[in-house]
């Protein structure tokens, strides 16, 4: 049985905690250990707030790493969560996906490692999900939609077919992509924006249709 550590003690974490009991392979092949404080220390309000069965078990840098040992990162800006992930590998932490059982998804769809699909979230066919990103709540990946590394698609986001998301974007909770539409690297797409062709490597777009801030 393996050990299931949440890197990150905040609001999103302990969301990942319920997603994690709703995920195959919990309490089957590891079980939840506790929280590793990822960029920020929380206030002693925050840490009243985390789950009482499991423990806060220090940081990512002081953390030693045991053998049955496994992480997922609940850390939702992209930047940053990139930085911790890579800082955990570094030290030899392994990653598994957290996808709740009542996600949809197609035969055909490619999911890379370290991902978190949350609630009734769908991937349809030969769409594909990179490594370490995020699916929050009831968003929709279209048919044949490619999303890079470290992408955070947060709930009730809508994503035409054949659109591609680059590494490390923020796509805000209801936000469209019209199909074949494009957003480069580091991209910010702001809540409820529809993004209608393309958005720059780096862009901050709000707005419908989304324009560059």
């Known amino acids: 049985m393996k050990n299931l550590i949440i890197i990150g003690a905040g609001g999103f974490a302990r969301e990942v905690y319920w997603h994690a ?40 840098d002081s953390y030693e790493i045991h053998p ?9 800006t992209p930047a940053v969560r990139k930085k911790l992930i890579e800082k955990m590998l570094a030290r030899g932490g392994k990653f598994i996906n957290i996808i709740s059982e009542y996600a949809h998804i197609f035969p055909a769809a490619k999911i890379g490692q370290g991902v978190i699909i949350g609630l009734d ?22 048919h044949d939609v490619k999303v890079g590394k470290f992408t955070c698609i947060m709930s009730h986001v809508d994503v035409g077919g054949a659109a591609q998301i680059g590494d490390e974007v923020f796509i805000g909770s209801h936000a469209t992509l019209l199909p074949k539409a494009k957003v480069g690297n580091g991209a910010y797409v702001g809540t409820g924006s529809v993004v209608l062709k393309k958005v720059s490597a780096g862009a901050k777009v709000f707005g419908n249709p989304a324009v560059e801030i």
Do not use: R
Request: hydrophobic share 40%.
């Open 21 to 60: 009991q709703m995920a195959s392979g919990f309490d089957s092949e590891w079980t939840i250990k506790g929280f590793l404080d990822g960029d920020v220390k929380l206030s002693a309000e925050e840490y009243a707030k985390l789950p009482g069965d499991v423990t806060l078990l220090g940081d990512v």
């Open 68 to 76: 049955d040992d496994v992480f997922t990162c609940a850390v939702g």
């Open 121 to 142: 979230n769908g991937i349809s066919d030969h769409a594909e999900l990179g490594d370490f990103a995020i699916m929050n709540n009831v968003s929709y990946l279209g």
